[in-house]
């Protein structure tokens, strides 16, 4: 049924207002299956609202985004529907902080997917074990550092085997020595197939990992190639003079 | 009682919960709670008549007592927890009924709800005193119990509730599973000083021939006219039990800031 060229994620022509502010300007991108995007831009460009806007974090003020065929609309039950398909890593990480880094994996497949304690806890420690984190199952949020919270908010985004993964500058809140523990786990999702969408200014991730750098600017998406494309021959004025800024 | 939007909320018309730092032997809290009880004990021994014949007429007012408190706690915190998720409801009808009644209860003195409640129950139905006392108690401190939920729940960081959404949870789960369990932890203090509070204005129900410890009391003056020893046995014990419960109450704060560290 799906053809594997058949994109996976579809923005069409979406615009996001908050009050008077434009957000996002008519913005349309297709994503296909196994593709890494990234997306670039100054601060306030729209880039974190199109990403949230995927999952429904944000309701748009029109267009329409589909996920894998279905149309996101405003009907809850559909919209946790999606939610349960896309998995979404957070700046601050934002695990539970009542909860140990093992009961952060397990709590999403049993309220939602109503899997067994059991079959949870396993599914949570092959995930630990991925990004590296085994024996740190029983520590809470606190004891942990912040580039090991966000590994493990990725494997607790995994718990959930989201067709696709949204990155919201995932690195940006870490120490320097923390960032690569982290790219490293996201590469390797890359290299297993994962469709990904990163907010990121990550230019060693940009590199090794993604197929297509989208370049955006007071909501627009002004450029899109590949990453030699967009960071060795710029066609826009304002992608250069951004590139210059944070290469 | 404005908004408060900190982590740690105090809202202090209880007893003074003693802070962490206070271990010294002579602290403010050991004065008290030790001199109350050398007091307790000394005064009967020293004069039998009339304060160890108090001591022996007033254990079922603080039975009455305990049970009209910790009924009141139980039916409040309820009523708390709903009318705090009522404040913070996004469905309008259930979010005016919530704020209506936080309003209304939080203007009227609770010796005058404690009255009119208690009689106009009597129109309604035939309850049992203790019964409509506890009714009254808990409607009262229900209201500010919710503001304490309100204020705890905001407390919490946006991110919490966006998480849990984005991995497929509904509103309710995510209110049940993550918020509340973190609420629970910040607003343990001043829930603590409602529950202390609350105990001491159970006192008030004794105008109510609730035969609690201040009624007891005053029966035992009324009949002996030793009206200063029986009030000051009366003082000792609630005093005792306040300060008592202020130190579980600190304890308990201290076990479950202890897991996040």
């Known amino acids: 049924m799906k053809s594997s060229d058949k994109p996976i994620v579809r923005i069409n022509k979406v615009t996001k207002n908050f009050g008077t502010v434009e957000a996002l300007r008519n913005v349309s991108l297709d994503v296909n299956p196994g593709e890494v995007v990234l997306i670039i831009g100054p601060s306030g460009s729209g880039k974190s609202t199109l990403l949230r806007s995927v999952n429904k974090l944000e309701n748009l003020t029109s267009g329409e985004i589909w996920i894998d065929d279905d149309l996101l609309t405003h009907n809850q039950s559909d919209i946790r529907k999606i939610r349960e398909e896309v998995g979404m890593v957070f700046q601050n990480f934002n695990l539970f902080s009542h909860l140990t880094a093992l009961e952060n994996i397990t709590l999403a497949p049993m309220v939602v997917k109503k899997i067994g304690k059991d079959q949870a806890v396993k599914i949570a420690e092959d995930l630990l074990a991925r990004v590296g984190l085994s024996e740190r199952a029983g520590n809470y949020p606190d004891q942990l550092s912040g580039g090991q919270q966000q590994r493990v908010a990725i494997a607790r985004a995994l718990a959930m085997n989201p067709k696709v993964m949204l990155f919201d500058e995932p690195t940006s809140a870490l120490d320097p020595e923390m960032i690569k523990e982290v790219l490293d786990v996201m590469l390797q999702l890359a290299k297993d197939g994962m469709t990904m969408l990163v907010v990121s200014h990550e230019m060693g991730f940009a590199r090794a990992a993604a197929d297509t750098v989208v370049f955006m600017d007071e909501g627009e998406i002004i450029e899109k190639g590949t990453p030699d494309e967009i960071f060795d021959n710029p066609r826009e004025e304002r992608t250069k003079k951004f590139l210059k800024h944070i290469l | 009682m404005a908004e408060i939007k900190k982590t740690r909320i105090e809202v202090t018309d209880g007893t003074l919960i003693p802070g962490k730092g206070e271990h010294s032997v002579f602290s403010a809290w050991r004065i008290a709670f030790f001199g109350a009880i050398a007091l307790i004990i000394i005064l009967p021994v020293m004069k039998p008549d009339p304060y160890f014949e108090i001591l022996k007429f007033i254990p079922d007012g603080v039975l009455a007592t305990f049970k009209v408190t910790v009924l009141s706690i ?132 004794s105008i109510l021939a609730v035969s609690d410890l201040l009624r007891r009391g005053r029966e035992y003056a009324s009949t002996s006219f030793m009206y200063f020893e029986s009030y000051t046995m009366v003082a000792l014990v609630y005093l005792i039990i306040t300060l008592f419960l202020s130190r579980i109450v600190a304890i308990m704060e201290e076990r479950l800031g202890r897991n996040e560290k």
């Open chain 2, 74 to 205: 139980l039916l409040s915190t309820l009523i708390g927890l709903l009318a705090g998720l009522g404040r913070i409801s996004r469905i309008t009808l259930i979010n005016r009924i919530a704020t209506v009644y936080v309003e209304v209860v939080r203007g009227i003195p609770l010796l005058v709800q404690l009255f009119y409640i208690y009689y106009a129950l009597g129109k309604l139905v035939q309850v049992p005193r203790l019964t409509s006392a506890v009714i009254a108690m808990a409607f009262c401190y229900g209201a500010y119990m919710g503001e304490i939920f309100r204020a705890g729940i905001l407390s919490i960081p946006k991110g919490q509730m966006e998480a849990a959404l984005a991995l497929g949870l509904t509103r309710g789960q995510a209110m049940r599973r993550v918020i509340l369990p973190q609420t629970i932890k910040v607003i343990l203090p001043p829930i603590g000083n409602e529950f202390i509070a609350l105990l001491k204005d159970s006192s008030l129900v």
